[in-house]
């Protein structure tokens, strides 16, 4: 048979239609023979529709390359621009890089302030994309537009709140409730044979908590997400006053306090699941005052005198509290930050920053009496009585807000700093600078000058 020739829409395929079927005439359903001209102009008609259904899709797949294009093209352009203004204009690149952060703030939704009873609030926490506010009887969460809903009610004398990841967990302390909310879902509560002195919270929403015991000075218990008992483990002399779940979830670190020769004493233990006994035993000569998981095997170690990090087995001390004393600490991800003072009557601060070797990365000094303190992986924040100052990853001054009154506490999440003032919470970003001008001290409201 011959080869159809391409493009071709005179071509008589009469002879290729006989010369298949072997017979000079071709017979149709009812018996009649076919007109090879009738199959000729068939055949075109069917080429001519082939071509355009061709052309009709090609044309639509014509503006998502021009749109995929444009975007390379656009994002190769910023790339470029970035490098370029790195290597040559070296010391206005951080300035560059808040004002693009800047921007992007100020074309996201802001429904800021939101009123709030100050007075009323017990924690304010960062959580998920922007904060938790515990107050009496329940815990609501805020979003960064400033949206909010109720997540849990409770009837607890002292409420208390750990948050990791979507995962958090309400308890009483002295008495002997928590509940537990995982992302929208709040889990049923759950009521201790004895009272609660500490809990945590893993962002795998494992748990754990320590209890006054019976037979032993206190209990610490953990349970999987599921609530399966893993471990248990009695503390017969000291209290467990701290503790903390590794990020594998495989590991609590807890830290006791007990007494020797009338002084306070602090005990760090660290506990694998598959044990009994504890997987490090050490007396440290210190008051431990927290204790968080910064590795898979790092611990960092809050004491009144100094820091000191748990490398697996070997304790060391990392930073002494010598002339200042230690106002306040956060946790991040990878490390800890902490807010010093040089001296009782002094208005001189350190904020320094720690990576999870326990390596001292940054440390800058600050004017004022620190009022409040929240740190991330990127930045912390300082509340002074009327203003709040970032302070960045390498140490330096990324943003500072002025003129705030009657400011209470600071929290920092992703790129946003919001400060709890009297009745009302305002959203500002940690990469810029800000005079607030009060137009009314009880609701909160005024306006941003930048």
């Known amino acids: 048979m011959r080869k159809r020739k391409k493009n071709d829409d005179t071509q008589d395929f009469s002879d290729d239609i006989n010369e298949y079927y072997d017979t000079d005439k071709l017979i149709n359903i009812d018996g009649d023979p076919i007109d090879p001209e009738d199959i000729k102009k068939a055949e075109i008609r069917l080429r001519k529709k082939e071509d355009e259904e061709n052309e009709s899709e090609n044309e639509k797949k014509k503006p998502k390359k021009k749109t995929a294009f444009f975007i390379s093209l656009c994002a190769l352009v910023l790339v470029v621009l970035l490098i370029v203004s790195y290597v040559f204009f070296a010391p206005d690149f ?55 809903s109720d997540i849990v009610s409770f009837d607890y004398s002292s409420p208390q709140i750990v948050c990791a990841g979507r995962n958090l967990l309400v308890y009483d302390r002295g008495e002997n409730k928590f509940r537990i909310i995982r992302g929208s879902r ?137 002339g200042d004393s230690l106002e306040y600490y956060d946790f991040y991800d990878n490390g800890l930050c902490i807010v010093t003072q040089s001296g009782a009557d002094s208005d001189e601060n350190n904020v320094i920053r720690f990576d999870k070797n326990g390596e001292i990365k940054t440390k800058t000094k600050l ?6 303190f929240s740190a991330t992986d990127h930045y912390c924040a300082v509340l002074f009585s009327d203003s709040v100052e970032c302070v960045g990853y390498s140490g330096d001054i990324t ?10 506490d600071v929290t920092a999440n992703g790129d946003c700093v919001y400060v709890l003032s009297v009745n009302s919470i305002d959203r500002f970003s940690a990469y810029s600078d800000y005079s607030v001008q009060k137009t009314e001290h009880t609701t909160g409201s005024g306006s941003l000058e930048g």
Not at 367 to 372: E, H, L, T, Y
Not at 399 to 408: C, Q
């Open 367 to 372: 004017n004022g009496k620190a009022r409040g």
């Open 94 to 148: 951080k300035t560059v890089n808040g004002n693009v952060r800047s921007l992007f703030f100020s074309l996201s939704t802001n429904s800021y302030p939101v009123s709030v009873d100050s007075d009323g609030v017990r924690a304010f926490k960062p959580f998920k994309n922007a904060f938790v506010l515990l107050n009496d009887s329940t815990v609501s969460q805020y979003s960064s537009s400033g949206s909010s």
């Open 186 to 322: 709040s889990d049923p509560e759950i009521e201790l044979p004895s009272k609660i002195i500490t809990c945590d919270i893993s962002k795998s929403g494992y748990y754990a908590f320590s209890t006054v015991g019976i037979e032993s000075a206190s209990v610490l218990s953990v349970y999987s997400d599921s609530g399966e008992k893993l471990f248990e483990f009695n503390s017969a002399d000291n209290y467990i006053s701290c503790i903390s779940l590794s990020k594998n979830s495989r590991r609590v670190a807890a830290a006791s306090i007990g007494a020797k020769n009338a002084s306070l004493i602090s005990k760090i233990n660290v506990f694998d699941f598959k044990y009994n006994q504890a997987y490090v035993s050490l007396d440290i000569g210190d008051v431990i005052v927290s204790v968080k998981y910064v590795g898979s095997d790092r611990i960092l170690i809050v004491g009144k005198n100094g820091i000191y990090l748990l490398n697996d087995k070997e304790l060391s001390t990392v930073y002494t509290f010598e």
């Open 399 to 408: 943003g500072k807000i002025d003129n705030i009154k009657y400011a209470s």
